[in-house]
């Protein structure tokens, strides 16, 4: 047994805790949760515990359907909200074959193995995501209209003592669990919040990512309201994204950060955000995966960037511009530690584990093959028009869940990141939400056409 796990079993009896919660995370980005009893850890961290993957979605087909759960020791953590004694603990878990190889369905290898890639060129890579999402004042039956906790706006302060009080206790749970916090604030939505977690490894961050929806369900749950990642739960108001900054470094050097160059961006993050571009339509199935995501993504369409909520929906990338895809901060001369870029597509809901996989497998490849960055977009790319943009050689994202399974299939670098097994499930599922959304007949078809046609 190594020192990790020996620091588990000792803290399990040092505070009382008799359920350790087993995590994983099925392909569409659902967390999974198996209890065991204290006895049964030496065990798991020797050999796995064993369950039926064929019953987790996305997972394994009938035949091949044992699977482990294997705890990985670096993720322990007891469970603030379960403080009363005997106590809970979670680990995250990487699934594993009855052969003891690691199954190619489980996200967190997916991700790992992309590492893994990265570090062969000498590269860790640290994400650092701002965490969108609403809160609403209860949980929304069926057919019911969701209702925010407020009628705030960006940055607003003292009148929405819910939304206020809901941060505290959320930002004190996280940080209690070892989830550092950078910035919160309200975001622009009624009721729409925003949390940034400290920068990471993008494994740590994507484990990060999957405890924080559970945390930010269970605090708001504790305040008597709910909390929801829906990509665009409103028509009228701004979707919730999860606007990604990213960096590559080599040992303690950040790899994008080269002094006197422009924007301080080393050529390494030149071809990174190359990458990143030309492969940006294949990948956007796995970083915005659901029919809603595009809502958001196009919800600003014909208007502005304001109905839009900020959401990029355009290939480009800019120097502090808000409009584009990929944005380059401004950078603190002081600090080249810290440039990054900022991916802005992705929502919440994706799965973290794919969605970090796929993009920096675009940003290698960049690299890798030297990709050659076009000229960056300094105007608002919302506010050109169609022909303007193609001028300027900006193509759009997909338009939506359809188009985006088109660009997915055709792919030969998500299919290698995800690899078969991932890549045809999630292309099967996907489909199957696409035309069972088709087929729907909705209530805005019903209030324009019964009457009028
Ligand atoms: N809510 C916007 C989005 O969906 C982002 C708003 C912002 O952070 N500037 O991406
Ligand atoms: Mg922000
Ligand atoms: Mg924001
Ligand atoms: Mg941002």
Request: proline share 6%.
């Amino acid at each position: 047994m190594d020192r990790q796990q020996e620091f588990v079993l000792r803290t399990l009896e040092e505070r009382d805790i008799r359920f350790i919660r087993l995590w994983f995370t099925d392909v569409l980005g659902f967390l999974k949760s198996v209890a065991v009893a204290p006895a049964e850890l030496e065990q798991a961290f020797a050999e796995g515990i064993g369950f039926d993957g064929s019953s987790i979605e996305g997972f394994a087909r009938i035949h091949e359907a044992d699977m482990l759960a294997k705890p990985d020791p670096s993720t322990f953590q007891v469970l603030p909200w379960r403080s009363e004694a005997p106590g809970t603990a979670r680990i995250f878990c990487d699934i594993l074959m009855p052969d003891s190889t690691p199954s190619f369905a489980d996200p967190r290898y997916v991700l790992k193995r992309t590492l893994a890639r990265a570090a062969d060129l000498g590269f860790t890579f640290y994400t650092h995501p701002e965490l969108e999402f609403y809160l609403l004042k209860e949980q929304v039956a069926e057919g019911g209209k969701p209702e925010p906790v407020d009628s705030g706006g960006y940055f607003d302060h003292t009148p929405h003592r819910a939304a206020h009080d809901f941060r505290r206790s959320a930002i004190m749970m996280l940080e209690s669990m070892g989830i550092s916090v950078e910035y919160s604030h309200h975001e622009g939505g009624p009721g729409q919040q925003e949390i940034d977690l400290r920068y990471a490894d993008a494994l740590t961050t994507a484990d990060n990512i999957m405890t924080f929806r559970l945390v930010m369900k269970e605090v708001a749950l504790e305040h008597g309201v709910f909390a929801s990642f829906m990509p665009k739960p409103f028509t009228e108001q701004p979707g919730s994204g999860m606007h990604t900054h990213m960096s590559l470094f080599e040992g303690d050097r950040n790899a994008f950060y080269e002094p006197g160059a422009e924007y301080q961006l080393s050529k390494v993050g030149r071809a990174f955000i190359a990458g990143v571009l030309r492969h940006a339509a294949e990948l956007t199935a796995v970083t915005n995966q659901w029919v809603n995501s595009y809502k958001r993504l196009w919800g600003g369409v014909g208007a502005s960037a304001g109905a839009g909520g900020e959401a990029p929906p355009y290939i480009c990338w800019g120097h502090n511009n808000r409009s584009a895809l990929v944005r380059v901060p401004m950078y603190k001369p002081q600090k080249g530690h810290a440039t990054r870029i900022e991916f802005r597509s992705l929502d919440t809901a994706c799965n973290p584990y794919l969605a970090f996989a796929v993009i920096l497998g675009a940003g290698l490849k960049g690299i890798e093959e030297g990709y050659e960055l076009p000229p960056g977009a300094e105007d608002d790319v919302w506010a050109l028009t169609t022909a303007e943009r193609r001028a300027m050689g900006i193509q759009p994202l997909p338009q939506s869940l359809d188009e985006a399974i088109v660009e997915m299939e055709r792919s030969d670098l998500v299919a290698e990141v995800l690899g078969e097994h991932v890549f045809d499930f999630f292309l099967r599922n996907k489909r199957a939400e696409w035309e069972d959304y088709r087929r729907q007949v909705t209530e805005y078809e019903r209030d324009r056409y019964l009457k009028v046609l």
